[in-house]
Protein backbone atom coordinates (compact mmCIF):
# COMPACT_ATOMS: atom_id res chain seq x y z
CA UNK A 1 0.00 0.00 0.00
CA UNK A 2 1.33 3.42 -0.55
CA UNK A 3 2.10 5.61 2.41
CA UNK A 4 -0.15 8.29 3.95
CA UNK A 5 0.45 11.35 2.93
CA UNK A 6 -1.29 13.63 5.80
CA UNK A 7 -0.13 17.42 4.61
CA UNK A 8 -2.59 19.36 1.89
CA UNK A 9 -1.09 19.50 -1.61
CA UNK A 10 -2.58 21.77 -4.36
CA UNK A 11 -4.02 20.61 -7.12
CA UNK A 12 -5.68 21.96 -10.14
CA UNK A 13 -8.73 21.25 -11.52
CA UNK A 14 -8.47 20.97 -15.35
CA UNK A 15 -12.33 19.04 -16.06
CA UNK A 16 -15.63 19.14 -14.31
CA UNK A 17 -18.31 17.03 -15.84
CA UNK A 18 -21.86 16.07 -14.86
CA UNK A 19 -22.69 12.36 -14.56
CA UNK A 20 -26.32 12.82 -13.51
CA UNK A 21 -28.32 14.86 -11.53
CA UNK A 22 -26.89 15.38 -8.81
CA UNK A 23 -22.93 13.82 -9.52
CA UNK A 24 -19.79 15.45 -11.31
CA UNK A 25 -16.49 13.72 -12.53
CA UNK A 26 -13.61 15.88 -11.55
CA UNK A 27 -10.01 15.35 -12.83
CA UNK A 28 -6.79 17.50 -12.36
CA UNK A 29 -3.74 17.87 -13.82
CA UNK A 30 -1.56 16.09 -11.22
CA UNK A 31 -1.55 12.36 -10.54
CA UNK A 32 -1.77 10.43 -7.39
CA UNK A 33 0.60 7.36 -6.38
CA UNK A 34 -1.92 5.69 -4.39
CA UNK A 35 -4.39 1.91 -5.12
CA UNK A 36 -7.67 1.36 -5.94
CA UNK A 37 -9.91 1.27 -2.95
CA UNK A 38 -7.79 4.35 -0.98
CA UNK A 39 -9.19 7.90 -0.65
CA UNK A 40 -8.45 11.44 -0.18
CA UNK A 41 -9.32 14.57 2.15
CA UNK A 42 -10.45 17.16 -0.28
CA UNK A 43 -10.29 20.49 1.10
CA UNK A 44 -11.67 24.60 0.02
CA UNK A 45 -10.32 26.68 2.34
CA UNK A 46 -13.61 28.75 4.36
CA UNK A 47 -15.34 25.65 3.26
CA UNK A 48 -14.42 22.51 4.89
CA UNK A 49 -13.00 19.19 4.41
CA UNK A 50 -14.40 15.71 3.29
CA UNK A 51 -13.02 12.41 2.22
CA UNK A 52 -13.28 11.19 -1.56
CA UNK A 53 -13.12 7.83 -2.99
CA UNK A 54 -10.14 7.99 -5.56
CA UNK A 55 -11.33 7.55 -9.39
CA UNK A 56 -8.57 7.56 -10.93
CA UNK A 57 -4.51 8.15 -10.18
CA UNK A 58 -2.88 9.53 -13.61
CA UNK A 59 -4.40 12.06 -13.46
CA UNK A 60 -6.21 11.83 -10.08
CA UNK A 61 -10.13 11.32 -10.51
CA UNK A 62 -12.73 11.74 -8.07
CA UNK A 63 -16.36 11.37 -8.44
CA UNK A 64 -18.43 13.86 -6.48
CA UNK A 65 -22.18 13.84 -5.01
CA UNK A 66 -23.68 17.23 -4.33
CA UNK A 67 -24.68 16.05 -0.53
CA UNK A 68 -23.32 18.42 1.71
CA UNK A 69 -21.58 22.07 1.76
CA UNK A 70 -18.39 20.81 0.81
CA UNK A 71 -19.33 18.76 -2.08
CA UNK A 72 -21.96 21.37 -3.35
CA UNK A 73 -18.59 23.84 -3.44
CA UNK A 74 -16.74 21.34 -5.33
CA UNK A 75 -19.32 21.06 -7.69
CA UNK A 76 -19.13 24.91 -8.12
CA UNK A 77 -14.75 25.13 -8.70
CA UNK A 78 -13.84 26.44 -11.91
CA UNK A 79 -11.42 25.25 -14.51
CA UNK A 80 -7.91 25.79 -13.89
CA UNK A 81 -8.82 26.64 -9.69
CA UNK A 82 -7.24 24.60 -6.80
CA UNK A 83 -8.78 22.17 -4.62
CA UNK A 84 -6.34 21.14 -1.65
CA UNK A 85 -5.79 17.48 -1.34
CA UNK A 86 -4.50 15.22 1.05
CA UNK A 87 -3.68 11.15 0.93
CA UNK A 88 -3.78 8.67 -0.55
CA UNK A 89 -5.04 7.46 2.79
CA UNK A 90 -6.47 4.52 3.97
CA UNK A 91 -6.04 0.81 3.13
CA UNK A 92 -7.25 -0.50 -0.29
CA UNK A 93 -8.19 -3.50 -2.41
CA UNK A 94 -5.66 -6.45 -3.06
CA UNK A 95 -5.77 -8.12 -6.51
CA UNK A 96 -5.50 -12.26 -6.31
CA UNK A 97 -6.29 -14.29 -8.77
CA UNK A 98 -7.32 -14.38 -11.97
CA UNK A 99 -10.81 -13.23 -11.87
CA UNK A 100 -12.45 -10.52 -9.60
CA UNK A 101 -16.37 -9.65 -9.08
CA UNK A 102 -17.06 -6.15 -8.43
CA UNK A 103 -20.31 -4.92 -6.62
CA UNK A 104 -21.43 -1.45 -6.78
CA UNK A 105 -24.06 0.55 -5.29
CA UNK A 106 -24.78 4.08 -6.19
CA UNK A 107 -21.37 5.91 -6.48
CA UNK A 108 -19.81 3.32 -4.85
CA UNK A 109 -18.79 2.89 -8.21
CA UNK A 110 -15.64 5.14 -8.51
CA UNK A 111 -13.25 3.02 -6.71
CA UNK A 112 -14.41 -0.08 -8.15
CA UNK A 113 -13.80 1.46 -11.98
CA UNK A 114 -10.79 2.24 -11.05
CA UNK A 115 -10.05 -1.23 -10.01
CA UNK A 116 -11.36 -2.68 -12.81
CA UNK A 117 -8.46 -0.70 -15.10
CA UNK A 118 -6.24 -2.37 -12.70
CA UNK A 119 -7.18 -6.01 -12.87
CA UNK A 120 -7.44 -5.62 -16.51
CA UNK A 121 -3.52 -4.36 -16.55
CA UNK A 122 -2.71 -7.22 -14.96
CA UNK A 123 -4.36 -9.70 -17.18
CA UNK A 124 -7.40 -10.46 -14.63
CA UNK A 125 -11.17 -10.71 -16.05
CA UNK A 126 -13.65 -8.71 -14.02
CA UNK A 127 -17.42 -8.38 -14.24
CA UNK A 128 -19.14 -5.90 -12.45
CA UNK A 129 -22.89 -5.91 -10.75
CA UNK A 130 -24.44 -2.41 -9.98
CA UNK A 131 -27.29 -1.30 -7.57
CA UNK A 132 -29.43 1.74 -7.54
CA UNK A 133 -32.94 3.80 -7.25
CA UNK A 134 -33.31 3.86 -10.53
CA UNK A 135 -32.09 4.29 -13.78
CA UNK A 136 -31.46 8.11 -13.11
CA UNK A 137 -29.02 6.67 -10.55
CA UNK A 138 -26.93 4.78 -12.04
CA UNK A 139 -23.38 5.75 -12.63
CA UNK A 140 -21.15 4.71 -15.47
CA UNK A 141 -22.12 1.85 -16.65
CA UNK A 142 -21.31 2.70 -19.98
CA UNK A 143 -17.35 3.36 -18.96
CA UNK A 144 -17.55 -0.21 -17.46
CA UNK A 145 -19.05 -1.31 -20.84
CA UNK A 146 -15.94 0.52 -22.64
CA UNK A 147 -13.39 -1.53 -21.07
CA UNK A 148 -14.76 -4.88 -22.31
CA UNK A 149 -15.81 -5.48 -18.75
CA UNK A 150 -19.67 -7.05 -18.57
CA UNK A 151 -22.16 -5.20 -16.49
CA UNK A 152 -25.31 -6.35 -14.59
CA UNK A 153 -27.95 -3.63 -13.45
CA UNK A 154 -30.56 -4.07 -10.91
CA UNK A 155 -32.28 -1.00 -9.65
CA UNK A 156 -35.09 -1.04 -7.12
CA UNK A 157 -37.91 0.09 -9.60
CA UNK A 158 -36.94 -1.78 -12.28
CA UNK A 159 -36.51 1.16 -14.86
CA UNK A 160 -33.36 -0.21 -15.98
CA UNK A 161 -31.57 -3.84 -16.04
CA UNK A 162 -33.45 -6.27 -13.83
CA UNK A 163 -35.59 -5.42 -10.66
CA UNK A 164 -34.25 -6.19 -7.13
CA UNK A 165 -30.65 -5.76 -5.07
CA UNK A 166 -27.60 -6.41 -6.31
CA UNK A 167 -26.93 -9.31 -4.77
CA UNK A 168 -29.43 -10.80 -6.76
CA UNK A 169 -26.97 -10.25 -10.01
CA UNK A 170 -23.96 -11.59 -7.37
CA UNK A 171 -25.31 -14.61 -6.17
CA UNK A 172 -26.47 -15.28 -10.59
CA UNK A 173 -23.04 -14.19 -11.32
CA UNK A 174 -21.32 -16.31 -8.52
CA UNK A 175 -23.10 -19.08 -9.92
CA UNK A 176 -22.29 -18.61 -13.40
CA UNK A 177 -18.50 -18.22 -12.57
CA UNK A 178 -17.00 -18.22 -9.42
CA UNK A 179 -14.44 -15.32 -8.69
CA UNK A 180 -11.47 -15.55 -6.71
CA UNK A 181 -12.16 -12.41 -4.90
CA UNK A 182 -15.89 -10.27 -4.39
CA UNK A 183 -15.14 -6.64 -4.56
CA UNK A 184 -17.50 -4.12 -2.96
CA UNK A 185 -18.87 -0.27 -2.35
CA UNK A 186 -21.76 1.18 -1.46
CA UNK A 187 -24.34 1.52 1.44
CA UNK A 188 -23.39 -0.44 4.82
CA UNK A 189 -26.79 -2.30 4.20
CA UNK A 190 -25.31 -4.04 1.11
CA UNK A 191 -22.34 -4.53 2.30
CA UNK A 192 -23.77 -6.23 5.11
CA UNK A 193 -26.20 -8.48 3.15
CA UNK A 194 -23.13 -9.13 0.87
CA UNK A 195 -20.81 -10.09 3.69
CA UNK A 196 -23.47 -12.28 4.63
CA UNK A 197 -24.08 -14.30 1.30
CA UNK A 198 -19.83 -14.30 0.87
CA UNK A 199 -19.77 -15.96 3.94
CA UNK A 200 -22.64 -18.86 2.99
CA UNK A 201 -21.04 -19.56 -0.61
CA UNK A 202 -17.77 -19.54 1.09
CA UNK A 203 -16.40 -16.42 -1.40
CA UNK A 204 -13.30 -14.50 -0.39
CA UNK A 205 -14.81 -10.55 -0.32
CA UNK A 206 -12.99 -7.24 -0.04
CA UNK A 207 -15.65 -4.64 1.39
CA UNK A 208 -14.95 -0.81 1.58
CA UNK A 209 -17.04 0.64 4.34
CA UNK A 210 -18.37 3.96 4.33
CA UNK A 211 -18.35 6.14 7.89
CA UNK A 212 -18.31 9.53 9.09
CA UNK A 213 -14.54 10.33 8.61
CA UNK A 214 -13.18 13.07 10.12
CA UNK A 215 -9.60 13.10 10.54
CA UNK A 216 -8.13 10.35 8.28
CA UNK A 217 -5.58 9.58 10.82
CA UNK A 218 -7.45 7.15 13.49
CA UNK A 219 -7.47 10.16 16.02
CA UNK A 220 -11.09 11.34 16.24
CA UNK A 221 -12.85 7.88 16.03
CA UNK A 222 -16.09 9.01 14.61
CA UNK A 223 -15.79 6.39 12.03
CA UNK A 224 -15.78 3.13 14.22
CA UNK A 225 -18.32 1.47 12.78
CA UNK A 226 -21.02 0.34 14.80
CA UNK A 227 -21.90 -3.28 15.94
CA UNK A 228 -24.71 -4.42 12.58
CA UNK A 229 -28.15 -5.73 13.65
CA UNK A 230 -28.63 -9.71 12.83
CA UNK A 231 -32.25 -10.69 11.17
CA UNK A 232 -32.73 -12.43 14.51
CA UNK A 233 -32.32 -8.97 16.36
CA UNK A 234 -28.74 -10.14 18.20
CA UNK A 235 -25.74 -7.82 17.66
CA UNK A 236 -23.07 -9.31 16.21
CA UNK A 237 -19.56 -8.08 14.09
CA UNK A 238 -19.11 -8.35 10.26
CA UNK A 239 -17.22 -11.80 9.57
CA UNK A 240 -14.24 -9.12 8.89
CA UNK A 241 -14.16 -6.70 10.86
CA UNK A 242 -12.49 -6.40 14.84
CA UNK A 243 -13.85 -4.48 17.56
CA UNK A 244 -12.00 -0.92 17.38
CA UNK A 245 -11.68 -1.28 13.49
CA UNK A 246 -11.52 2.28 12.17
CA UNK A 247 -12.42 2.92 8.35
CA UNK A 248 -9.91 5.73 7.96
CA UNK A 249 -7.19 4.13 9.24
CA UNK A 250 -8.01 0.31 8.97
CA UNK A 251 -9.95 0.93 6.15
CA UNK A 252 -12.08 1.40 4.13
CA UNK A 253 -11.23 -1.96 2.45
CA UNK A 254 -11.61 -4.76 5.14
CA UNK A 255 -10.59 -8.43 3.74
CA UNK A 256 -12.16 -11.35 4.39
CA UNK A 257 -9.93 -14.97 2.49
Given at each position: MMQPTYLHRPFTLVSSKMDNYRTRSLTFAEKLDCQPGQYVMAWLPGVGEKPFSIAGDDPLQLMVVDVGPVSHSLHSVAEGQRVWIRGPLGQGYRLVGQRVLLAAGGYGVAPLYYLARKALAAGMSAEVCMGARSAEDVLWAE???????????????????????????????????????????????????LDRQCEQ???????????????????CGSCELPAPQGEDGSLHRHSCQQPGWLACLDGPVSWKE
Open positions: RFQALGVPVRVMTEDGSMGERGLVTKATEAAIAAARPDSLCACGPLGMLEALGVARQLSWEAHMRCGMGL
